[in-house]
T-cell receptor, first 110, second 113 residues
Framework: KQEVTQIPAALSVPEGENLVLNCSFTDSAIYNLQWFRQDPGKGLTSLLL?????REQTSGRLNASLDKSSGRSTLYIAASQPGDSATYLC?????????FGPGTRLSVLP | GAGVSQSPSNKVTEKGKDVELRCDPI?????LYWYRQSLGQGLEFLIY????????KSGLPSDRFSAERTGGSVSTLTIQRTQQEDSAVYLC???????????FGPGTRLLVL
């Protein structure tokens, strides 16, 4: 069964900290993997997309890595800001199926 | 418009009624996706379209659910004989090509009484 898990479920940090969010998937035959953020009452915003042949992608203060063989991806957020507070979702694309993790709820305290 | 739009934003219906949810993708995006987010649960993939074709409909929860896309643009998700367990936020996304970066709409919040 294709399952995606995320650790931690929730995280609260003071502003300025660097942090790592983890995503694990059971089936390594992925097409690509995306990280999204979801703000309360709003839709999802795509942050980064990593193709199965790639090891990492960077956008501003965000860096996502992918280790297909171990079934893991991490999202690194540098110098966190209160505006980063949201739920972060990892989603794995298996070609005909798109499986989301349960998310990590992040709170960055000023 | 600049982004994906969905209508209605909220829908309250009675059990047993049919509902139709609409998604307008970003202009020029060939792929379109439907998801469901139930209260307290994660996002569930329902179906995707490449152009007007849906290669795999097995993600739809039951045969009461159907989806179509016409003209490579607007898509509708229809739920027949709604049940209380259908209550959820239904999200639509589109991408330039299949499985490229997806852009999400704000969702339709469906409540079945």
């Amino acid at each position: 069964k294709q399952e995606v898990t995320q650790i931690p479920a929730a995280l609260s940090v003071p502003e300025g900290e660097n942090l790592v969010l983890n995503c694990s998937f059971t089936d390594s035959a992925i097409y690509n993997l995306q990280w999204f953020r979801q703000d309360p009452g709003k839709g999802l915003t795509s942050l980064l997309l990593i193709q199965s042949s790639q090891r990492e992608q960077t956008s501003g203060r965000l860096n996502a890595s992918l280790d297909k063989s171990s079934g893991r991806s991490t999202l690194y957020i540098a110098a966190s800001q209160p505006g980063d507070s949201a739920t972060y979702l990892c989603a794995v694309n298996y070609g005909q199926n798109f499986v989301f993790g349960p998310g990590t709820r992040l709170s960055v305290l000023p | 418009g600049a982004g994906v739009s969905q209508s209605p934003s909220n829908k309250v219906t009675e059990k047993g009624k049919d509902v139709e949810l609409r998604c307008d993708p970003i202009s020029g995006h060939t792929a379109l996706y439907w998801y469901r987010q139930s209260l307290g649960q994660g996002l569930e993939f329902l179906i995707y379209f490449q152009g007007n074709s849906a290669p795999d409909k097995s993600g739809l929860p039951s045969d009461r659910f159907s989806a179509e896309r016409t003209g490579g643009s607007v898509s509708t998700l229809t739920i027949q004989r709604t049940q209380q367990e259908d209550s959820a936020v239904y999200l639509c996304a589109s991408s330039r090509g299949t499985w490229e970066t997806q852009y999400f709409g704000p969702g339709t919040r469906l409540l079945v009484l």
